[in-house]
Nanobody, 126 residues
């Protein structure tokens, strides 16, 4: 049974930073593709960054390039999202997601091809 649990969200002022964490169980981080997504109120869920094979391939949405950094720690089976220079339009529920083993979809992550999801962590920038 795969379980993804996000943490690290909170409220921060514009220009501030947060680091989100995603703890995985039943899934080995670094062996496939994972992603961070976000959903703002009244909007569809969108891909923020995709990461495959432990970071050999990472793709960021244009809106976060240069501000967000994804990383993984295979020893801890964790994925992180370091978010700097936060803006009000970064306010959203953030989700981590993973593809089933055997799938390998690079690029900015698309919701439809991810199979495992966390419950989300709220980020509010004001």
């Amino acid at each position: 049974h795969v379980q993804l649990v996000e943490s690290g969200g909170g409220s921060v002022q514009t220009g501030g930073s947060l680091r989100l964490s995603c703890a995985a169980s039943g899934y080995t981080i670094g062996t496939g593709c994972m992603g961070w997504f976000r959903q703002a109120p009244g909007k569809e869920r969108e891909g923020v960054v995709g990461i495959c094979l432990g970071g050999r391939s990472t793709t960021y949405a244009d809106s976060v390039k240069g501000r967000f950094t994804v990383s993984q720690d295979s020893a801890k089976n964790m994925m992180y999202l370091q978010m700097n220079s936060l803006r009000s339009d970064d306010t959203a529920m953030y989700y981590c997601a993973a593809q089933r083993p055997g799938y390998y979809t690079t690029g900015v992550p698309v919701e439809a091809v991810f199979h495992y999801w966390g419950q989300g962590t709220q980020v509010t920038v004001s």
